[in-house]
Structures are given as structure tokens and as C-alpha cells.
């Protein structure tokens, strides 16, 4: 038998503020928060001889205390690491047939400042934590990670 998946990580910056209008922060029924925001996800591609830039915009739905906690910080071009699973909503209106296909976030994560450059990190959700620089920088020392003092890997590798 085989399993499905639906599950995505996606990275982009935040279109606009959280509670910007009425529909974007509120509470159901049960008393359950609910934001919905919508990030702007940037795509660089090769067209030719040229670098094109390409901007898709994604709408996300997130709930609970996840979506209490992060109401202050959630600003037009904070950028944020959505990791959840796709849901289809379908309706019907006036006999034509609608669809939307939405995020629905598990785990938020806040990675960088507005698009001014600055760097504030923080997480509220907790549990995603994304390695962003997979590239060890600089001044990381991976020599005493291995024990070796010379550069080289040590003969006996602890696993």
C-alpha cells in the first residue's frame, strides 16, 4: 500500500500585516485563534542569457496559540519559514465552481528582520528550527567536533 504525502516547507516574507482587516486575525467558534497571512516566496531562473526574478504568492492559515503568539510580530516583510501540508477548499457560488489551494502551518518559525536588511531572529511556535547556512562559515572550527588537532579526520571515527 502506498502512503501519500503532503507536507511543505516554504520560506518567504510576509505581503502584509497581521490584523491589517478582519478576516486576516480572529477566533472561531470553539475560541480557537486563527491568522491568515500570505507570503511572497521569490524565484530566481536563468531566461536565456539573463537572471529573471519571479514572485509567487502563497496563502497561509495558522491556528491556535501559534497564531496568538506570533500576532505582534507578524509585519509586511518579515520573513518566515511556514512548515505544514496543502489543503484544497471547493465551493460553489452561483453555479460556477471555485477552488483555492492553502497552507495550513504546523510550525512557523520568524527567521529575518523586515527587508531592510536587519537580522532579528526568534521563534515562537517552537519544534522548526531551519538550518539556513548549509556552508560552514568562516570561522567555524570543525577540527574539535573530530578530536583531530592536524586538519586531518582521526583513524577511529566514533560512529
Excluded at 26 to 51: L, P
Excluded at 70 to 95: H, N, S
Aim: net charge negative; charged share 25%; glycine share 12%.
Amino acid at each position: 500500500m502506498a502512503t501519500d504525502i503532503n507536507h511543505v516547507v516554504i520560506i518567504g516574507r510576509l505581503t502584509r500585516d497581521l490584523g491589517s482587516d478582519e478576516r486576516s486575525f480572529g477566533y472561531v467558534g470553539n475560541g480557537q485563534a486563527r491568522a491568515n497571512v500570505s507570503i511572497a516566496v521569490n524565484r530566481s531562473h536563468k531566461n536565456g542569457e539573463k537572471w529573471d526574478e519571479e514572485a509567487n504568492f502563497f496563502d497561509v492559515t495558522i491556528w491556535g496559540k501559534t497564531a496568538e503568539n506570533l500576532k505582534p510580530y507578524l509585519t509586511k516583510g518579515k520573513q518566515i519559514c511556514v512548515d505544514g501540508y496543502l489543503k484544497q477548499d471547493r465551493w460553489e457560488k452561483d453555479g460556477q465552481k471555485f477552488s483555492r489551494v492553502s497552507i495550513v502551518a504546523n510550525n512557523v518559525q520568524l527567521l529575518g528582520g523586515k527587508s531592510d536588511g536587519s537580522q532579528q531572529t526568534g521563534g515562537v511556535s517552537g519544534g522548526f528550527q531551519p538550518r539556513m547556512n548549509m556552508s560552514p562559515s568562516p570561522s567555524q572550527n570543525y577540527e574539535s567536533d573530530f578530536g583531530a588537532s592536524n586538519g586531518d579526520f582521526p583513524e577511529d571515527i566514533p560512529f
